[in-house]
């Protein structure tokens, strides 16, 4: 909690009627970075602190990441960061098999080099990460992969979408454990898609994600487990 509360410490939120929406994204960065995991406890007055806001804005901040159900508040209790169940991998994944694969086929930058460089980077830097052996590095070069592909689309609501998704898929990964057993096969799929966009395939890339996502949704569901915080 204390390099959280440091790196909160060291961003910049603008004192004005979106400070709280600032404090949102700076908090929900550090769940996206997989540096508060499922279950922490967030104190009010700490992350106010450490954020120079108000408590009144960190409430606020805190209500909004709980209605992204990224956060959970218990009475009496506090605030504390979801523990997602099977449930909400579910529906995690109903959305990001919509959205995903359609920016792939018909996004306004599917076609854009520049676009699809940004993917293949994204795998370049997962592969090289394994390489290394730095399957935390790989978790996050995969988060940038998807990041990247829904980018495709040219949609900054989409790409605003698509974080809210990314961090709830950050504590979905905290709770599979093994880090390495989950990602290692789907960096070979995202190279294999990677390699399909750069080539201009994208029905091929599209139907390929697709048919991965429905895999790790039911590769996850399965190994979850069902207990989540009172009142999720």
Do not use: C
């Not at 579910?90 to 086929?105: G, K, N, Q, S, T």
């Not at 989950?182 to 697709?210: K, Q, S, W």
């Amino acid at each position: 909690m204390e390099s959280v509360l440091a790196a909160l410490a060291a961003t910049r939120v603008a004192a004005a009627s979106s400070t709280a929406d600032r404090v949102a994204g700076a908090i929900r960065e550090q769940i996206a970075a997989g540096r508060l995991a499922p279950g922490a406890r967030l104190p009010e007055q700490a992350f106010a602190e450490a954020l120079k806001v108000s408590r009144n804005t960190i409430r606020e901040s805190f209500g909004q990441l709980v209605s992204e159900r990224i956060l959970v508040r218990e009475q009496h209790r506090g605030v504390f960061v979801a523990i997602p169940g099977p449930g909400d991998v579910r529906d995690v994944y109903r959305a990001r098999r919509l959205i995903e694969p359609a920016a792939i086929r018909s996004g306004d930058l599917a076609g854009d080099p520049a676009a699809t460089a940004r993917v293949a980077a994204a795998v370049a830097r997962g592969r090289g990460a394994a390489a290394a052996g730095d399957w935390s590095a790989v978790a996050d070069a995969n988060q940038e992969f998807h990041r990247a592909v829904v980018a495709l689309a040219g949609s900054a609501r989409l790409d605003r979408q698509m974080d809210l998704l990314l961090a709830e898929m950050r504590l979905i990964f905290h709770r599979m454990g093994a880090v390495r057993e989950f990602h290692e096969p789907y960096l070979h799929e995202n190279t294999r898609i990677a390699d399909r966009l750069t080539a201009g395939r994208r029905a091929e890339a599209a139907d390929e994600l697709a048919a991965y996502l429905a895999a790790a949704e039911n590769q996850i569901a399965a190994r979850l487990p069902v207990d989540k915080l009172a009142g999720q």
